[in-house]
């Protein structure tokens, strides 16, 4: 069996923050990913309140060491609501920059597999007008340059359970059941290496 490490890097969604079962999407796939056989190293790299660019600040640092070449080493990279986030008047990156950091990210991570999660709804209509949009640019760059993209905004932000698991959780990080449900789009995704 190779030795299969997969840092999945990004936000608190990435992290499983408000999950009471401490799993997160993250957990859920890589714990079915075992039940399959496939005993998966996982890092999560999920920072609170982290956008595109801090991520891609700490991309290289935190995957070079836990990915040698002498394994199966992967990136997952999941980000967006934080940037599209309205403070002091204005989104916290601006769009542009968003677009621009993913790719830097995706010109990195080409020496692995990589695959992009985008980001989710939240429980506001304004917000979620934002993450649409960036996610939609999210899923165009990453066709530009052949790399999977697992659309979470598309199937869930009519998903009405999806929107009661927010709503009790904080309105942008759902429940377990959320972190269950995010887990199933992901998981049912062609693109995921493990179904």
């Known amino acids: ?6 840092c999945f890097v990004g936000d608190s969604l990435v992290n499983g923050t408000g999950d009471e079962s401490v799993l ?16 998966v190293t996982s890092y999560n790299l999920g920072v609170r309140r982290d956008t595109s660019r801090d991520l891609w600040r700490r991309l290289e640092a935190e995957c070079t060491p836990r990915l040698p070449a002498e394994c199966d080493g992967r990136i997952v990279l999941s980000c967006g609501v934080n940037d599209t986030t309205w ?7 601006p769009f542009e920059e968003s677009v621009t950091n993913l790719d830097a990210m995706l010109a990195f991570a080409s020496r692995y597999p990589c ?3 985008g980001p989710p709804p939240v429980d506001d209509d304004g917000h979620n007008g934002r993450i649409g949009h960036l ?7 990453c066709g ?15 998903d009405a359970s999806y929107r009661i698991a927010v709503r009790a959780g904080d ?3 759902p429940d377990s059941r959320g972190y269950e449900r995010l887990a199933a789009v992901v998981g049912a995704n062609p693109g995921w290496w493990f179904r």
């Open 24 to 39: 997160g999407w993250v957990g859920r796939l890589c714990r079915d990913a075992h039940g399959q056989g496939v005993p």
């Open 171 to 173: 309105g942008a990080h």
């Open 115 to 117: 695959l992009v999660v």
């Open 135 to 141: 996610s939609d640019a999210f899923a165009e760059r």
């Open 1 to 6: 069996m190779s030795d299969i490490r997969i």
């Open 144 to 158: 530009e340059r052949g790399v999977t993209f697992i659309d979470l905004f598309g199937p869930l932000v009519d």
């Open 87 to 93: 403070e002091g008047g204005e989104t916290r990156l």
